[in-house]
């Protein structure tokens, strides 16, 4: 070793990419540089070229997370950039890093396009424009490789287990050239006696067999191992997984393909729901949330299998719009991540259908603020859709937004006006006369016609949402339902006076309920019901429906009473009775009782003391009996063991979960034309910004829900500003 190998490393300078071509960087991997400290590390060595996309170049792309620890800004690991015969220094990640120390042992391929070393990160210009040709640059990579992570003993299990099945051919023969008679084959595997034909007995006798061989070793905790990786919760390897024509995923010196690891999961599916059919005993429920968590983890995977199947089998990709709604949106599941709130719309791009006139219009720009990034998107998908309003949700992530923009790095749950992400209940404003118009300034504005519905005159406080210690199904929280209902009922009695105070003719006994069960739940249920069974059989249905859960919840709040009124500060008063003790004598009767037999007053105090300390015993014996009870209760419900196989007296829970805006009376209620549900607005009361409202969200407004507004002559079009 030379005192050259201490000499400090020049920092790399990127040479600059031309605009105007489709021009990419690629990484060739050099055997690393051999560690100063025997049994360390060395140091990455890379040799970076340039590409033309066009130009037929055989490369694999690296896709993985970047797994930045909170803090940190700038890279902080060491790799060696070899040019023109000289070494420079360039910093990355370190889970970069420790993907190139396993990679550069794997990789087949010459060449790899890694975005966080081919991309100058410092230059926005250039990111901007590589990020328009991230589609092409995926699609024409030979293989995506999928860096997983580190391995541990459990993922090492997972995927020599799954290469094992996978050899069987059994799992891609159901899913490759069998698939059509797949699901058949399923419920001939649950059930052995359903008729097959000869072909589909092959199929379920294999499968049972591998149930027989693999079942009790398949390795649940290497499966959640695997599936709890930062990869599979990450936006931007969306389109670096699904344009790449393969996949390989790579844990460690593990490796799959994308067909041999879907079939892991597939096998997981197939096998768990035939131990649920087969159970005969209540199970922990530790166990059953164990299984059900891993359904909920293969999210990602189910993601990345569906786009992959649009765009390679069914050849069909969607929108931008589509696409923001579809992977921002994400209702009661977990956030898909990003490291850049940017990356929420420009991950996105690739994935967008060639002839989508919204894409051409983005502007991609890593350097603009992010509420003009978002203002400008809003307005965009404003275009086609008006309903982009009702994403407004509260509380925004991001300060600064505008009221109307909607906030996508925030959780987001679909409105409640929607049966599904694309599947409006109501059409309430009709179709979209004009697209809304964006006003840029210092504070973007958006000029949107609509009609003027009326003023919000009263608000209630109750609110209906999901239980917070739920088994391991999601139910509501009957106690809120109850208090709901409760404030739903006072409003209808108040509207149904109100409206035969001004026609005593028009007089419906059925009129006030059927406006509480539409109000329960925005209209939903009522609609779902009334179009499945019919008006009559739809009625009685959503009110034996409403009457059970009213019940239960009224039970379940006496009995919340009940247990607070046994607290030991209430339980005296609970019980109502009054000591003799707490009455005393009369002075004068208590000096003479003691001055003329001192030994019976002697007694009467001890009976007091006596009785006093039985009673205070009782009591708190009592209160601690109510308190054991219900902690009793509670516990036996969170950690006792499950049935699966409930009676048939057993009624299925459901409800709605919502979320409560910041109302106020004298807010105005608006219905913008193409919309499928009216919108509320507040006024600003600045005398210069007199014709503008800030959005506050969605609204349901009985009877005008199906467009009725425009047949009321009395309301005409209005232009509202949004800020």
Request: net charge neutral; charged share 25%.
């Amino acid at each position: 070793m030379s005192l050259f190998d201490f000499k400090p490393l020049k920092p790399f300078q990127y040479s600059p990419i031309s605009p105007s071509k489709r021009v990419f960087r690629l990484v060739q991997l050099l055997p690393p540089k051999p560690p100063v400290i025997p049994g360390t590390q060395g140091t990455i060595r890379i040799r970076l070229v340039e590409a033309d996309i066009d130009s037929g170049v055989h490369y694999d792309a690296l896709s993985y997370a970047w797994n930045v620890a909170a803090g940190q800004t700038t890279p902080n690991r060491k790799i060696i950039v070899e040019e023109n015969g000289e070494s420079f220094k360039l910093h990355i990640f370190p889970a970069l890093e420790n993907a190139l120390f396993h990679l550069a042992y794997l990789n087949s391929n010459e060449y790899l396009f890694i975005d966080q070393i081919c991309i100058n990160q410092e230059d926005r210009n250039e990111k901007g424009h590589q990020v328009l040709l991230m589609q092409d640059i995926y699609a024409k990579s030979a293989c995506t490789l999928v860096w997983l992570g580190p391995p541990t003993r459990e993922s090492d299990r997972y995927f020599d287990l799954v290469q094992e099945m996978s050899q069987e051919g059994v799992l891609s023969r159901v899913m490759g050239p069998r698939v059509g008679h797949f699901m058949h084959v399923f419920d001939a595997v649950m059930d052995p006696a359903l008729s097959v034909n000869e072909e589909e007995r092959e199929d379920r006798d294999d499968i049972l067999e591998l149930i027989h061989r693999y079942g009790d070793r398949f390795p649940l905790d290497g499966f959640a191992d695997v599936l709890d990786r930062n990869w599979f919760n990450r936006l931007w390897v969306i389109q670096e997984a699904c344009l790449a024509p393969a996949v390989v995923f790579v844990c460690g010196s593990k490796s799959l393909c994308f067909d041999c690891f879907r079939s892991g999961v597939l096998f997981y599916n197939i096998y768990n729901t035939h131990w649920v059919r087969h159970l005969t005993e209540a199970m922990p429920q530790r166990v059953l949330r164990q299984r059900d968590a891993l359904f909920g983890k293969t999210v990602g995977l189910r993601r990345i299998f569906q786009e992959r199947k649009a765009i390679h089998q069914m050849r069909v990709r969607q929108g931008l719009h589509d696409l923001v709604l579809k992977y921002n949106v994400n209702d009661d599941q977990k956030k898909i991540g990003a490291t850049l709130e940017q990356d929420r719309i420009f991950g996105l791009l690739g994935l967008t259908t060639d002839n989508d006139n919204l894409r051409k219009q983005v502007r991609v720009d890593y350097g603009a603020e992010i509420t003009q990034t978002y203002s400008e998107i809003a307005a965009l998908l404003l275009q086609e859709n008006i309903d982009v309003l009702l994403f407004n949700q509260r509380p925004k992530k991001t300060p600064g937004l505008p009221s109307w923009v909607p906030d996508w790095a925030m959780n987001l749950t679909i409105p409640i006006g929607y049966m599904a992400l694309k599947e409006p209940t109501f059409t309430a404003g009709g179709g979209k006369a004009e697209a809304p118009v964006l006003m840029k300034n210092e504070h973007p504005q958006l000029h949107i016609s609509g009609i003027f519905v009326d003023a919000i005159s009263d608000l209630g406080t109750r609110l209906h949402h999901a239980q917070s210690d739920a088994q391991v199904a999601e139910q509501i929280d009957y106690r809120s339902a109850k208090l709901f209902f409760d404030e739903v009922s006072k409003f209808a009695q108040a509207h149904a006076a109100t409206f035969q105070s001004r026609d005593p003719s028009c007089h419906d006994p059925e009129m006030e309920l059927r406006l509480q069960l539409r109000l329960c739940d925005s209209g939903l249920s009522y609609r779902y019901f009334t179009q499945s069974l019919g008006i009559t059989a739809g009625i009685e249905r959503l009110k034996a429906l409403r009457s059970n859960i009213y019940i239960l919840g009224e039970r379940l709040i006496r009995s919340d009473e009940a247990i607070a009124s046994y607290h030991i500060t209430r339980i005296y008063r609970t019980l109502g009775i009054v000591p003799w003790y707490w009455e005393p004598m009369s002075e004068m009767e208590s000096l003479r009782t003691c001055a003329l037999n001192p030994v019976l007053a002697g007694k009467v105090a001890c009976q007091a003391i006596h009785d006093f300390v039985i009673d205070m015993a009782s009591l708190c014996t009592a209160s601690a009996r109510v308190w054991f009870a219900s902690k009793h209760v509670i516990y036996r419900r969170r950690f006792g063991k499950m049935d699966l196989r409930p009676s048939r007296e057993s009624v299925e829970n459901i409800g709605l979960d919502s979320d409560v805006w910041d109302m106020r009376m004298g807010d105005c209620i608006v219905i913008f034309h193409g919309g499928t549900t009216p919108h509320i607005l507040r006024k600003l009361n600045d005398e210069t910004q007199s014709d503008k409202y800030r959005y506050i969200g969605e609204a349901y407004c009985d009877g005008v829900m199906e467009g009725e507004i425009f047949a009321d002559k009395t309301k005409s079009k209005g232009r509202f500003v949004l800020v």
